[in-house]
T-cell receptor
Framework: EAGVTQSPTHLIKTRGQQATLRCSPI?????VYWYQQALGLGLQFLLW???????NRGNFPPRFSGRQFPNYSSELNVNALELEDSALYLC????????????????FGAGSRLTVL | AQRVTQPEKLLSVFKGAPVELKCNYS??????LFWYVQYSRQRLQLLLR??SRESIKGFTADLNKGETSFHLKKPFAQEEDSAMYYC???????????FGSGTQLTVLP
């Protein structure tokens, strides 16, 4: 079974540009989560998508946005890039969306490393 | 609001010694607690979760609701246990997995 796949592995942008990161969840998983892992700041929750809808959002500005496609893959867009956006962006998927469940375990991808110069 | 605190950024123990990684949480309801591990150059992966009450790779963790803790323990550490360990919590319908800041465990030979 293929795991969560993310692309690109590395991305270099300059300030003010836009970045697009992509994620394909495990087959059968409907929920996709995005996390930012910046140096010294740990793992910060960004966004949660389920069944094509944004279900929850972390404490990030609106220039962080995304979407989930009918095949459950997802895109994270970061507009007007700032130096502090440099980080590893992790995508995770899970098979269960809204209903709280003890089986709601997140499987993570390898991440996309974004560097803003 | 939900919060996870891992007080130790770095922890070193000798091989064969017991190890305990501390985790305290703040959440008003009944959370689900997890331990995730990231070995060098590998993906973040689930180690164990409190509802399973299982032992993975010799690690166990007990949820103490009175002390709001979920400490990770292993009686005899191995060198291959060296990794970054994250405690995490999910609470409520928001399905937001909140991570602690992580503890880098180094098991010395």
């Amino acid at each position: 079974e293929a795991g969560v796949t993310q692309s690109p592995t590395h991305l270099i942008k300059t300030r003010g540009q836009q970045a697009t990161l992509r994620c394909s969840p495990i087959s059968g998983h409907t929920s996709v989560y995005w996390y930012q892992q910046a140096l010294g700041l740990g793992l910060q929750f960004l966004l949660w998508y389920d069944e094509g809808e944004e279900r929850n959002r972390g404490n990030f500005p609106p220039r962080f946005s995304g979407r989930q496609f009918p095949n459950y893959s997802s895109e994270l867009n970061v507009n007007a890039l700032e130096l502090e956006d440099s980080a590893l962006y992790l995508c995770a998927s899970s098979p269960i969306g809204r209903a709280p469940s003890g089986a709601n375990v997140l499987t993570f991808g390898a991440g996309s490393r974004l560097t803003v110069l | 609001a939900q919060r996870v605190t891992q007080p130790e950024k770095l922890l070193s123990v000798f091989k064969g010694a017991p190890v305990e990684l501390k985790c305290n949480y703040s959440y008003s309801g009944s959370p689900e607690l997890f331990w995730y591990v990231q070995y060098s150059r590998q993906r973040l992966q689930l180690l164990l979760r409190h509802i399973s009450r299982e032992s993975i790779k010799g690690f166990t963790a007990d949820l103490n609701k009175g002390e709001t803790s979920f400490h990770l323990k292993k009686p005899f550490a191995q060198e291959e246990d060296s990794a970054m360990y994250y405690c995490a919590l999910i609470g409520g319908s928001a399905r937001q997995l909140t991570f602690g800041s992580g503890t880098q465990l180094t098991v010395l030979p």
